[in-house]
């Protein structure tokens, strides 16, 4: 140890950095300061060796401010690491005591509802019966319905008869034209002909009187005799009298048409019943059909408007779930231990940061 009595370490205190630290090892080392003086009239220490104390006191003291500093530094960061981590659990704290208000509200607000619910059903007691006491007899409407039904399969089956017998009546007008319009034809040629024979006879030519030779009427007998004469008439030309017929009885026969007559009206009635009835069952099929196709529609509607809801209910519950339950134990512990080291590592660059500048000091 150097003597703090010397002019050199008198100078060195006034004028060193760390003036403080020697002075303060020299106030400790006082026992070796006092053999010192002892010698001071027999040794006396060399330049060389003065420096040499002074590098080494100068290391020592360099290394134990590097010391101070680290344990500083891990001071620091200790402490903020603790400051970080009580504000981590406060904000934990908040948030659950957030999280535990919102599921209170939401308690709440489901007890209020279910309430408002138990009051109305409380109050719609009854309403029920008083709707069907108010509500208008079905079975008069269907009635009713029933009735317009049968009017209008009524009112088709007598288009659709009338249209098949206009068909069927120009159907046959077809089939049947070519013998009508014969018939009109002989009828035109038959009336043409009467009234040509109710005309009297045209005045005979005298011309023709001279020159035809008059011959004499023979009595018709037996057309046998007249083969070889003028008067020859050829077999296929002959014709047969007409046998007399007997009638018949009018009134039996006037009787028989009533019968068929009335038995052909009971047939068109019974046939009009039927298709009636034929029709009606169509309806019935078809107005049967169509009602369970609207119920199936509707059923149809409903299900893909609950589909949407609950797809909508799901997509909303899975948004909410926080992306940290996804993902493994391990994983999250390391994620949790990473962030912790990188915000270790930010507040030791920051404060070191600090702490290089007075290091450089020192030096």
């Keep these: ?26 106030d400790d080392d006082y026992s070796l300061n006092t053999s010192m003086k002892a010698k001071k009239g027999r040794v006396r220490l060399s330049p060389n060796e003065e420096a040499r104390l002074m590098k080494e006191e100068t290391e020592k003291r360099r290394r134990l401010r590097l ?23 406060k904000q934990l704290q908040k948030l659950a005591s957030t999280l535990q208000n919102e599921l209170e509200k939401e308690k709440d607000e489901k007890i209020r509802h279910l309430e408002n619910q138990y009051e109305n059903s409380l109050r719609s007691i009854g309403q029920g019966h008083r709707e069907a006491s108010e ?25 659709a008869l009338e249209k098949q017998r206009r068909e069927q009546m120009f159907q046959e007008y077809e089939q049947k034209y070519h013998i009508i319009a014969r018939q009109t034809a002989l009828e035109t040629e038959k009336e043409r002909a009467k009234n040509i024979a109710s005309l009297p006879p045209p005045p005979k030519d005298p011309v023709l009187e001279l020159q035809q030779p008059e011959r004499k009427p023979v009595k018709m007998t037996d057309i046998d005799n007249f083969t070889t004469t003028h008067y020859h ?30 038995e052909m009206d009971l047939d068109k009635v019974r046939l009009h019943n039927d298709r ?8 019935n099929n078809a107005l049967e059909k169509e009602l369970l196709s609207h119920d199936y529609n509707q059923i149809l509607h409903d299900l893909s408007d609950l589909q949407r809801a609950d797809r909508e209910r799901r997509q909303k519950v899975v948004a909410s779930i926080p992306k940290q339950v996804f993902e493994p134990p391990h994983r999250r512990l390391e994620d949790r231990d990473e962030r912790q080291k990188n915000m270790e590592e930010a507040f030791e660059d920051m404060y070191m940061a600090d702490t290089s500048m007075r290091s450089r000091c020192l030096y």
């Design 1 to 26: 140890q150097v003597s703090m009595a010397s002019p050199f370490c008198k100078r060195f205190v006034k004028n060193h950095v760390i003036a403080g630290f020697i002075e303060h090892g020299c």
């Design 67 to 89: 010391q101070q500093v680290r344990e500083q530094s891990n001071l620091n960061a200790a402490r903020i690491r603790q400051a970080v981590k009580q504000e981590k659990n």
């Design 135 to 159: 509500q208008v007899d079905v079975d008069e409407e269907r009635y009713l319905m029933q009735q317009e039904s049968n009017r209008r399969a009524d009112s088709r089956y007598k288009q």
């Design 233 to 262: 008439i050829k077999e296929e030309y002959a014709v047969d009298k007409a046998k007399s017929a007997e009638q018949g009885d009018a009134r039996t026969a006037a009787e028989e048409e009533e019968i068929r007559t009335r």
């Design 276 to 283: 009636l009835s034929r029709a009606r069952v169509r309806h």
